[in-house]
């Protein structure tokens, strides 16, 4: 099981701040988590609509879309961050 956490926009979008999920065995990176959550109801459809944007965290270390979710106990989903 894997804990998935929702920030921001993307949080508001898909309507709950967290959950625990069950990984199909073909989702094995960043990019085919967000095709897999895109797939799961118009909400994530509309929250991931574009994919590029969104930055991940596995285990509380930011990763590229490419990455391999093995391991991962915790993914944390935020969009695009500005600051100054």
């Known amino acids: 099981m894997t804990k998935l956490i929702y920030f921001a926009w993307v949080r508001e979008r898909i309507g709950k701040p967290e959950e625990i999920v069950a990984l199909p065995e073909s ?48 993914i944390a989903l935020f969009p695009p961050m500005t600051g100054g």
């Open 27 to 74: 989702v094995k990176t960043v990019a085919d988590l967000l095709r897999w959550l895109k797939s799961r109801g118009e909400e994530y459809e509309h929250a991931l609509q574009y994919p590029d944007v969104i930055r991940v965290a596995i285990n509380q270390e930011h990763v590229d879309h490419r990455e391999s979710l093995a391991g991962a106990s915790e």
